[in-house]
Nanobody, 115 residues
């Protein structure tokens, strides 16, 4: 059974930084892409960043150079470095792994940006 364990969320002041991690474990096919999504209360889930197997990253329009997604293929871990955080970045962040035959979601980690 595949498990995605997210960590790194928390409370941070505006302008601060957080690094989210998502560790995948269990038997699964080759990972094609890894991504982070987020969902704020009352809003739809939206793509934050995605890193395909080819390592050409893509970011949501609101990121504007503040976040960086990366992956460690040996550890089956994907990271999201978030800098210059704003109150509007407050949301639950979800890790998403797409393999050749399935798609997996993490349980979500809360990020709150507030003074």
């Amino acid at each position: 059974q595949v498990q995605l364990v997210e960590s790194g969320g928390g409370l941070v002041q505006p302008g601060g930084s957080l690094r989210l991690s998502c560790a995948a474990s269990g038997r699964m096919s080759e990972i094609n892409a890894a991504a982070w999504y987020r969902q704020a209360p009352g809003k739809q889930r939206e793509l934050v960043a995605v890193i395909p197997r080819g390592l050409s990253t893509h970011y949501g329009g609101f990121v504007k150079g503040r976040f960086t997604i990366s992956r460690d293929n040996v550890k089956n871990t994907v990271y999201l470095q978030m800098n210059s955080l704003k109150p509007e970045d407050t949301a639950t962040y979800y890790c998403n792994i797409v393999t050749t035959d399935n798609r997996y979601w993490g349980q979500g980690t809360q990020v709150t940006v507030s003074s």
